[in-house]
């Protein structure tokens, strides 16, 4: 079955360091959807990509998806205590409908004041 | 924006009882939710999807005798720990998707998590 995988598992930094996670998937994704998880709290969607190569970004953070549509990344610029939590990115395989996501295991992003 | 609530937040039973967890999308309908098994510190398994009117699809390995899914309406998706054991113990999630925007993104909103803790 399809994997996806999420490098680093976990991120300390200092507040105003730049932060990047890394989302791998073993089969060719339709789309991929980034979340967010605060400690306690619920995923929040980020975003979403579908295209090869897209790039989309949201004031600090930058997603790109892979040109192969295998990969994705999401890049914190500057962080904040409020970027704390976990990041989740979310994989649909090209052969599904959209229907079912698979979610990496997350990277969790301390900040450091 | 889209809400979903989850009823209840937490829940304590015993051993050998059954639980039911409601998932409710408050300000659009959902044709489509999705149950997720959260264990400490990891990621999201989904367990199974609800389609409103019919059965649920289960994930593999999941038993479906044991998490009864039940999606009445377009806007409430309930699951049911049958005969629940302390390995069942673990934080319930619940996600829906806007038939509205369907066609715009495959975005899920998610309830805010049941904690259940089987004694």
């Known amino acids: 079955g399809q994997q996806v995988m999420q490098i680093p598992q976990y991120q300390h930094v200092q507040e105003g360091e730049d932060f990047t996670t890394y989302c791998n998937s073993s089969t060719t994704l339709s789309n991929i959807q980034w979340y967010k998880q605060r400690p306690g709290g619920h995923p929040v969607f980020l975003i979403q990509?579908?295209?090869?190569?897209e790039v989309k970004k949201q004031k600090r953070l930058t997603f790109q998806f892979g040109e192969a549509k295998k990969n994705s990344s999401l890049h914190i610029t500057a962080t904040q205590t409020t970027d704390v939590g976990t990041y989740f990115c979310?994989?649909?395989?090209?052969?599904?409908?959209?229907?079912?996501?698979?979610f990496g295991p997350g990277t969790r992003l301390s900040v450091l004041p | 924006g889209a809400v979903v609530s989850q009823h209840p937040s937490r829940v304590i039973c015993k051993s050998g009882t059954s639980v039911k967890i409601e998932c409710r999308s408050l300000d659009f309908q959902a044709t489509t939710m999705f149950w997720y098994r959260q264990f400490p510190k990891k990621s999201l398994m989904l367990m199974a999807t609800?389609?409103?009117?019919?059965?649920?699809?289960?994930e593999q390995g999941v038993e479906k005798d044991k998490f009864l899914i039940n999606h009445a309406s377009l806007t409430l998706s309930t699951l049911t720990v049958t005969s629940a054991h302390p390995e069942d113990s673990s934080f319930y999630i619940c996600?829906?998707?806007?038939?509205?925007?369907?066609?715009?993104?495959?975005?899920?909103?998610f309830g805010p998590g049941t904690r259940l803790t089987v004694l």
């Open positions: 990509l579908v295209k090869s190569g």
């Open positions: 609800s389609n409103e009117g019919s059965k649920a699809t289960y």
């Open positions: 996600s829906a998707r806007d038939v509205g925007r369907y066609n715009s993104y495959n975005e899920q909103f």
């Open positions: 979310a994989a649909t395989p090209r052969d599904n409908y959209g229907q079912n996501f698979v």
